[in-house]
């Protein structure tokens, strides 16, 4: 296995060089301040700072939604009544998640995988609520 070592006295070695090319070929950016000290004015660090500001609210809204519809669900499981109200609970879970998917992509620029498609075996009601609560 051969590696390829870069002599430190080639141009454009090291954290702060002035200017250069990277090892794919692309010219590297001169930047006069150190990433840290840059950090604070540049937009990602806002748009990232904005997600984390939002976690809080958002983690306390889907928290509480959670807890109280499967505390409903589980208690009128009883009745008939708990199965169609899991199963809203978990359609309103994937629908947050697609929010969560929204906002991960516009803020910090990530994709994230969609879950799989619900397949229900025949059209209705009571098959689309099967298909959810079977659902990964």
Same mark, same amino acid.
Request: aromatic content about 0%; cysteine-free.
């Given at each position: 296995m051969a590696t390829q070592y870069r002599s430190q006295h080639a141009p454009g070695y090291g954290p702060y060089s002035a200017g250069g090319f990277? &090892? &794919?070929g692309t010219r590297r950016e001169r930047h006069l301040l150190p990433a840290g000290l840059r950090a604070p004015f540049e937009a990602r660090s806002w748009r990232e700072f904005g997600y @984390? !500001? !939002?976690n809080l609210p958002i983690g306390i809204l889907l928290f509480t939604y959670a807890v109280t519809m499967v505390s409903l669900g589980a208690g009128l !499981? @009883?009745?008939f009544l708990g199965v169609p109200v899991l199963a809203a609970t978990l359609a309103g879970c994937r629908l947050f998640g697609v929010l969560e998917r929204a906002r991960a992509r516009r803020l910090l620029g990530m994709e994230v995988a969609e879950p799989q498609p619900l397949r229900a075996a025949k059209p209705g009601v009571l098959a689309w609520t099967?298909? !959810?609560l079977k659902s990964g």
């Open positions: 990277h &090892d &794919d @984390v !500001l !939002l !499981l @009883v009745t099967g298909a !959810l």
